[in-house]
T-cell receptor
Framework: RKEVEQDPGPFNVPEGATVAFNCTYSNSASQSFFWYRQDCRKEPKLLMSVYSSGNEDGRFTAQLNRASQYISLLIRDSKLSDSATYLCVVNTDKLIFGTGTRLQVFP | NAGVTQTPKFRILKIGQSMTLQCAQDMNHNYMYWYRQDPGMGLKLIYYSVGAGITDKGEVPNGYNVSRSTTEDFPLRLELAAPSQTSVYFC????????????FGQGTRLTVV
């Protein structure tokens, strides 16, 4: 079983749609969790950290369920500029990346 | 404000050649990482380091070596390059606090022919 698993997509959604990505992790000792965004042929950049209480940053909401070892990212009111690959990242004593979920927002 | 600097940006190697990918960070981060990303895939951890003089294997270390003699530098050595090592290589760094962000270099695109 992979340490971090994500649905690879692609998710094709119209502008204004709400889209949700899910991620599961296998190591129950994982200590911190993140969502990164990667644009085509560029380096990954931090989108947001994920906390047990859930957290929101504008149109983005991240949630963590430690009991189910599950992380989610919700994007509301999708913009064309949200088109990218979203990477789920888990930190035990090192950063492990999921394979990424590709999002394409169309007009 | 340099952040994480990787060199070279592009390289073509012949099978059996060797090379060193350079990575330097100026943020005094103690953690440093090397990842490879194959087309359409996620990042796979090659090696990482929690501080100068300490390195550990990641998921895909075979065919690579690293060293960490200083806090700033974390070079990745490829010995006897093979076509399977054609990939984009990313170096990253972060503070010891696991809740902090990792910063990435712009990547090295390596082709082995």
């Amino acid at each position: 079983r992979k340490e971090v698993e994500q649905d690879p997509g692609p998710f094709n959604v119209p502008e204004g749609a709400t889209v949700a990505f899910n991620c599961t992790y296998s190591n129950s000792a994982s200590q911190s969790f993140f969502w990164y965004r990667q644009d085509c042929r560029k380096e990954p950049k931090l989108l947001m950290s994920v906390y047990s209480s859930g957290n929101e940053d504008g149109r983005f909401t991240a949630q963590l369920n430690r009991a189910s070892q599950y992380i989610s990212l919700l994007i509301r009111d999708s913009k064309l500029s949200d088109s990218a690959t979203y990477l789920c990242v888990v930190n035990t004593d090192k950063l492990i990346f999921g394979t990424g979920t590709r999002l394409q927002v169309f007009p | 404000n340099a952040g994480v600097t990787q060199t070279p940006k592009f390289r073509i190697l012949k099978i059996g050649q060797s090379m060193t990918l350079q990575c330097a960070q100026d943020m005094n981060h103690n953690y440093m990482y090397w990842y490879r990303q194959d087309p359409g895939m996620g990042l796979k951890l090659i090696y990482y380091s929690v501080g100068a003089g300490i390195t550990d294997k990641g998921e895909v270390p075979n065919g690579y070596n690293v060293s960490r003699s200083t806090t700033e530098d974390f070079p990745l050595r490829l010995e006897l390059a093979a076509p399977s090592q054609t990939s984009v290589y990313f170096c990253a760094s972060s503070y010891w606090d696991r809740n902090t962000e990792a910063f990435f270099g712009q990547g090295t695109r390596l082709t082995v022919v």
